[in-house]
């Protein structure tokens, strides 16, 4: 079975511009989530989407946004970009169950200019 | 809210024993996953414990008090590719059980 994956893997922006970051769970998942991972603050969670409908939110600014598609797979976009978003940024997915495991991507690192 | 506070940096030998430590306060507390990132890498899954007690899994067990809130991941036998960061999370009752996870502890294997 195919794992998290996650494109691009690398990604330099300029301070304003707009990015989107692709995440494709493994096969048979519906919840898939966004972590951002700095030094600083560790894995903070962005939001967590399940079947087409956000149904967790962290705490970040309206900037960050997500959707996810039919076939489970999830975009995440970053308007209006600033230096503090230079992060890596990870995607998790998991099965229904609540006891599920989360299996992340390797990554986005996103660079900010 | 929740709080998770786990050491910042651990650094040991290879061969010995290392316990790093997660503490935690958490309302309606479910419970708690233990996961190794190495450096540029994504984060993997080592264990999962709700109930109280001990769970061995070749040479990393883990170990949870939920009256403490208290958990540690006990490494045997290091070696030098265990030199990583261990990321505790814990998951709430309700809703979808998402983990949050503390800021990591960076362990630094010697030879």
């Known amino acids: 079975k195919a794992g998290v994956t996650q494109t691009p893997r690398y990604l330099i922006k300029t301070r304003g511009q707009q990015v989107t970051l692709s995440c494709s769970p493994i096969s048979g998942h519906r919840s898939v989530s966004w972590y951002q991972q700095t030094p600083g603050q560790g894995l903070q969670f962005l939001f967590e989407y399940f079947s087409e409908t956000q149904r967790n939110k962290g705490n970040f600014p309206g900037r960050f946004s997500g959707r996810q598609f039919s076939n489970s797979r999830s975009e995440m976009n970053v308007s209006t970009l600033e230096l503090g978003d230079s992060a890596l940024y990870l995607c998790a997915s998991k099965g229904s169950s609540s006891t599920d495991t989360q299996y992340f991507g390797p990554g986005t690192r996103l660079t900010v200019l | ?111």
């Not at chain 2, 479910?30 to 540029?40: D, R």
Request: charged residues 15%; hydrophobic residues 30%; contains cysteine.
């Open chain 2, 1 to 111: 809210g929740q709080n998770i506070d786990q050491p910042t940096e651990m650094t040991a030998t290879e061969g010995a024993i290392v316990q790093i430590n997660c503490t935690y306060q958490t309302s309606g507390f479910n419970g708690l996953f233990w996961y190794q990132q190495h450096a540029g890498e994504a984060p993997t899954f080592l264990s999962y414990n709700v109930l109280d007690g001990l769970e061995e899994k070749g040479r990393f067990s883990s170990f949870l008090s939920r009256s403490k809130g208290y958990s540690y991941l006990l490494l045997k036998e290091l070696q030098m590719k265990d030199s990583a960061s261990y990321l505790c999370a814990v998951t709430r009752e309700g809703g979808s059980y998402i983990p949050t996870f503390g800021r990591g502890t960076s362990l630094i294997v010697h030879p």
